[in-house]
Nanobody, 124 residues
Framework: VQLQASGGGLVQAGDSLRLSCAAS????????IGWFRQGPGKEREFVGA???????YYSDSVKGRFTVSRDNAKNTVYLQMNSLKLEDTAVYYC???????????????????WGQGTQVTVSS
């Protein structure tokens, strides 16, 4: 599968933005899909994920503000980001893993396929 992330941009604090991760080659529901982000000078960190069975997982920093969803007909996974904060500024990546275990979706090393990043900048 190949992944392509899109939808980033420049927004103000408190705004919303939706990122898309379009998959090609195989159905997106065949994988766990995770969203990660990497801010300037920071390590890549887990944001949220959706498992093969459509269970969702979130980091504490985005829980309640971000939502991961999947549209099987469009073969796309989304990251809806609401109430954006300055600290959400980062390059966002989507990635795929074959693991069935939901608990593994938090681990960046579980992911073997990565899309290119999309920049999200939140201004005050």
């Amino acid at each position: 599968v190949q992944l392509q992330a899109s939808g980033g941009g420049l927004v103000q604090a408190g705004d919303s933005l939706r990122l898309s991760c379009a998959a090609s080659g195989r159905t997106v529901s065949s994988y766990g899909i995770g969203w990660f982000r990497q801010g300037p000078g920071k390590e890549r960190e887990f944001v949220g994920a959706i498992s093969r069975s459509a269970s969702t997982y979130y980091s504490d920093s985005v829980k309640g503000r971000f939502t991961v969803s999947r549209d099987n007909a469009k073969n796309t996974v989304y990251l809806q980001m609401n109430s954006l904060k300055l600290e959400d500024t980062a390059v966002y990546y989507c990635a795929a893993t074959s693991t069935y275990y939901g608990g593994s979706l938090f681990n960046v090393r579980e992911y073997t396929l990565w899309g290119q990043g999309t920049q999200v900048t939140v201004s005050s």
